[in-house]
């Protein structure tokens, strides 16, 4: 028999066994009848390896005597015992024990050890970077295997990474001086991770009783994220009319792209931005873009599953506009004052800024600036007639023009240098007139106002209004008509007035005296002497017809003396208008006491109203302990 026929049957004892024979590790039997199933299919494995180990013997004496080898072809094995080889080789050829021996035995170990399986690695797969390290982990706490392989398989072929074993470890070529295996928990710890080093890693754990524990799991090197770059396919764009691409290539592997505005993640809506993503590059779509969809600063992220790179920060220059265009203030006064610091101001949203031009009534003015001012508009011999005025802005990029609302106007001069004329001569009640005459020197008069101490001075059958009532006659002055006169000339952009007193002489008018007309000895003495008069009156006083030194309004003496009573003669006099008045006052001194008249006849109310309440009082102080004293009953 060839060696190849018995590989194959091995090989399929091997593969079918397990279906009928495998006993699980990891989970212990919950019921009798579990048992049972566990010891028949644990008794079946240990005849078929009884069979297979005498079949060993016989083929091993078998093919001894052929000395044939086997085969090239490689399988699952092969590829185990090509591990072996230079651990068990060494000491199974002193025993006349050749090649195919050895080969023979480890698969019949392999078998053995599909009985008792268990989870030796981690699911996968663990991504690494290129040109870094990485350590691919097992699940096994403490290591009790003679022999730990890891083989690696790029899907097409399967090659051997390392073994540890008594002797040592042992490494591929490829893989010489780039691996390391933990010897206590088996972990294959590879370095300076190379691209071909992606792949498939399995593992087989050979204890000392030959039970075999296998494992597989997925190694992905990853390139390193690098170069992320955004390109425009414009320098610059025009709102609502431009489309802007933004392209954003990056090196690297398994690359995932996102794009934000600042830290604002930038969401396609599938029409007017959309987004398409590449291997190795990504594209931001803005259809009619806007001001806002690239203010930025926008950030291109490439990332896979263990880097993250992010792109200098990107802005591209939309331009726009111009917007609405304004006119600062909207609403001006009817009216602007000549020679004021009145302007109108342009404004309007636009990149690149706006340039102005101003019109007055639709003809344009010699103003570029956005702000117009009163002296540029009184330079063109403008505003002295209400008229309109309006500008227009201009985007030099995007070529578009754009008209603010007009604005309507007229510029007035100011009233100034206000004056009042009126009599210089001196004036005499029931004697004079007067006429007042209110001017300005410049500016334009729409009202005029004229006011008396600060109330309006109503026309009469004495006062009159003429010439538009720039003058008032008065005819026949009173003493009333003393006082201010006050002119207000007003227009819409200012108010200006003159203030002129009149002084209308009269008087003095009938004299009185104030005072007692009895007084008890020493008690004080005070007369007042009072006249209406313009200029003010002065004051002579007489006593019992003669002269006294007293010139003043007020006789004043401190104490009273029986010698003071008689006859007071006041006399006022008007040096203006040479008129006087003469009064009289008596006046009484007595002896002390004998003005007391007793009390008042408040005094005595009060008296009697407090009398009155106290007794009200003591009644109901009475009437309260009677209640408070328990009476005793008579029964």
């Given amino acids: 028999m060839h060696l190849f026929p018995l590989k194959s049957l091995l090989l399929l004892l091997f593969f079918t066994a397990p279906a009928t024979t495998f006993v699980p590790t990891s989970a212990p039997p919950e019921t009798t009848e579990q048992c049972i199933g566990y010891l028949v299919a644990l008794t079946v494995c240990a005849v078929v390896i009884t069979i297979l180990l005498a079949g060993y013997l016989f083929f091993y004496k078998w093919m001894k005597n052929k000395r044939s080898r086997p085969s090239n072809g490689r399988n699952v094995e092969q590829q185990v ?15 006349g024990m050749d090649l195919f021996a050895l080969k023979s035995l480890l698969l019949l170990f ?45 899907g097409k072929e399967q090659d051997n990474v390392a073994t540890l074993g008594p002797s040592g470890l042992k490494v591929n070529e490829r893989f010489e001086g780039r691996v390391s295996i933990n010897a206590t928990n088996g972990y294959l710890s590879l370095f300076s991770l190379k691209s071909e080093d ?12 030959g039970t075999t524990s296998t494992g597989e799991i997925k190694l992905q090197v990853l390139e390193p994220v690098s170069d992320v770059l955004i390109k425009p396919n414009m320098p610059e764009a025009i709102e609502h009319n431009s489309t802007v691409v933004l392209n954003c290539s990056a090196k690297g592997s398994f690359l995932k792209f996102t794009w934000t505005n600042g830290t604002m993640p930038i969401v396609a809506d599938g029409k007017r931005v959309t987004l398409k993503t590449e291997e190795a590059s990504s594209s931001l779509t803005f259809a009619g873009v806007l001001r806002t969809d690239l203010v930025g600063p926008i950030y291109c992220t490439a990332a896979n599953a263990l880097e993250t790179e992010k792109s200098a920060p990107f802005n591209l220059t939309v331009y726009y506009g111009p917007d609405e265009v304004t006119v600062s203030p909207a609403k001006p006064p009817q009216y602007i004052r000549a020679k004021s610091d009145f302007n109108l101001t342009c404004s309007t949203r636009s990149s690149p800024p706006a340039t102005f031009q101003w019109y007055h009534k639709e003809t344009l003015m010699e103003a570029m600036d956005p702000v117009l001012t009163l002296q540029i508009i009184e330079k063109h011999g403008l505003g002295k007639e209400m008229g309109s005025y309006m500008c227009k802005a201009k985007n030099a990029k995007t070529e578009r023009v754009a008209s603010s609302p007009a604005v309507t106007f007229a510029v007035m001069e100011a009233i100034s240098g206000v004056k009042i004329t009126g009599p210089t001569e001196v004036l005499f009640a ?56 006050k002119c207000q000339l007003s227009n819409p952009v200012n108010t200006d007035g003159a203030s002129y007193k009149m002084v209308v002489n009269y008087g003095p008018e009938q004299a009185v005296v104030r005072g007692e007309e009895a007084v008890e000895v020493n008690d004080p003495i005070k007369l007042t002497c009072a006249a209406m008069s313009v200029p003010a009156a002065t004051y002579t006083w007489k006593f019992n017809g003669t002269e006294t030194k007293i010139t003043t309004a007020d006789y004043i003496i401190e104490k009273a003396a029986y010698k003071n009573t008689g006859t007071y003669t006041c006399q006022a006099s008007n040096s203006v208008t040479g008129k006087s008045s003469t009064t009289t006052h008596n006046l009484s001194v007595k002896e002390e006491g004998a003005l007391d008249e007793g009390l008042s006849d408040g005094a005595i109310a009060g008296i009697v109203i407090a009398v009155l309440v106290a007794l009200g009082a003591a009644i109901g102080l009475i009437f309260y302990c009677r209640q408070k004293v328990p009476v005793e009953s008579p029964y």
């Fill in 110 to 154: 392999l078998f053995v050890g599909r009985c008792a399986a268990q989870d030796v690695l981690p699911p996968g797969p663990v991504d690494a970077i290129l040109g870094r390290n990485v350590t691919l982990k097992t699940l096994i706490d403490k290591s009790e295997y003679s022999f730990i392989i890891w083989n690696h398989s790029d």
């Fill in 430 to 485: 029931g004697n004079s007139t007067a006429n007042l005459t209110c001017q300005a020197t410049a500016g334009t008069v729409k009202t005029k106002t004229w006011l008396k101490d600060g109330k309006p001075l109503m026309a009469s059958t004495r006062v009159v209004y003429y010439n538009n009532m720039s003058s008032v006659f008065i005819n026949m002055l009173q003493k009333e008509d003393n006082g201010e006169y």
């Fill in 81 to 95: 015992l090509q591990q072996f080889r230079l651990f068990v080789l060494g000491r199974l050829e002193p025993s």
């Fill in 198 to 209: 992606s792949g498939d890693y399995s593992i087989n754990l050979i204890a000392a009783d």
